[in-house]
């Protein structure tokens, strides 16, 4: 079996600046390519062979416009031997672009979340799930979101593959590799072993939470004053928006670090030196892949009750699920309950390392891959 394997094609696969879509492709297709032919097309360099023996081969393109892509695109495959699958991430217009180019191959769809297709009329939308012979989401939720949003999809066409994680990128804070992680990032920013770290990662945009964090430390600092608390994933200074005038009026005085954009290879540093990890998003999340990867580093959770954050948090066994996200004082409530209880969050810990062991190593993703293309070409 002969897999290509095709990158929406706006940004570099790792260790490049990319998005979470180049990296989980990356490392899909070098799972895959350990027991069958994998074709990775994408744009920018291509990126370093792992070290174990693979049949990955990379097709990557100069970074330039959509169009483009699609034109070099038309032009390999043209001239390269027809695989006997696509596995189109997260890209409808190559999907369609595809199917005109070898109309006879099956063709998968792998979606990350509901914002991509809601660009989209219905009228497109039904005709891309008639010519898609599967569909993947990441979560439970994002499944059940797109059959009530189109009733013309058949539920059968529609499989939940969770995403992975890779465990020796993301080692336990418990592990020999991971305290010593943890001790070395601490003492460079003249952490004490006494001092709680609360960790938040994402897009710096208000649907994060980023202002219900905010609010809710202000209040855990009352309980427990020897606290700081680190966001990455966006700076307050980095332009003049009303948001980003709102966070810096509210972080005056507060012991909150910013860390900016910050790549994938350096953030299980940061996971392993928290003490606790929190993700309040205010509006939809398909899964939440950070979850997982704070899990994966040994240090409870605490998340939003709502949406595919459901899933990738187990409630009293990875973390915690706060059903009143949108208020402070309950964030803030669920915070001091856990740094009030280091027990319980080494358990929530040893527990989140095992549960990602177990149901989201990169192997398991890749194995429910493999089962699912089979199917397609029976």
């Known amino acids: 079996m002969t897999i290509s394997c095709i990158a929406p094609g706006n940004f570099p696969f790792p260790p490049a600046a990319c998005t979470s879509v180049e990296i989980y492709l990356w490392h ?5 390519a350990r027991t069958e032919p994998v074709l990775l097309y994408g744009v920018g360099e291509s990126p370093a062979q792992p070290n174990a023996p693979i049949q990955l081969t990379t097709r990557t393109f100069p970074a330039i416009d959509s169009k483009s892509y699609r034109h070099f695109l038309r032009k390999d495959l043209k001239q390269t031997p027809t695989p006997d699958l696509f596995h189109i991430e997260n890209s409808i217009p190559l999907l369609l672009h595809i199917k005109k180019i070898k109309p006879r191959i099956p063709l998968l769809l792998n979606l990350h979340s509901n914002v991509l297709i809601q660009n989209f009329s219905a009228i497109t939308i039904r005709h891309v799930f008639h010519r898609v012979d599967a569909l993947v989401v990441n979560s439970e939720f994002l499944k059940n979101d797109l059959l009530d949003r189109y009733p013309f999809l058949q539920p059968a066409k529609v499989n939940v593959i969770h995403p992975g994680v890779d465990l ?17 990032l601490r003492a460079r920013y003249h952490i004490s072993n006494d001092q709680n770290i609360v960790l938040t990662i994402g897009r710096f945009i208000p649907r994060k939470g980023i202002v219900q964090v905010i609010d809710a430390f202000r209040s855990v600092l009352k309980t427990h004053p020897n606290s700081e608390l680190w966001i990455i994933g966006g700076h307050p200074h980095a332009n003049n928006n009303a948001f980003h005038a709102q966070v810096r009026d509210k972080i005056s005085g507060l012991p909150v670090r910013f860390f900016g954009f910050l790549p994938q290879s ?3 540093d940061f996971y392993v030196a928290a003490d606790l990890f929190v993700c309040a998003s205010q509006l939809p999340e398909a899964f939440g892949l950070v979850n997982l990867e704070a899990s994966a580093a040994g240090i409870p959770v605490l998340a939003s009750a709502k949406w595919g954050l459901c899933e990738s948090v187990a409630q009293n066994v990875s973390g915690r699920l706060v059903e009143a996200y949108t208020d402070p004082c309950a964030i803030a409530e669920e915070i001091n309950a856990l740094l009030s209880n280091k027990e319980l969050c080494q358990q929530y810990g040893a527990n989140g390392r095992r549960r990602v062991e177990e149901q989201f190593s990169w192997p398991k993703t890749s194995q429910a891959f493999r089962s699912l293309y089979s199917r397609i070409m029976t």
């Open 168 to 184: 020796q990128q993301f080692p336990s804070r418990f592990s020999t590799e991971g305290a010593a992680r943890r001790a070395e």
């Open 28 to 32: 899909l297709a070098t799972q895959l």
């Open 266 to 268: 350096s953030l299980s």
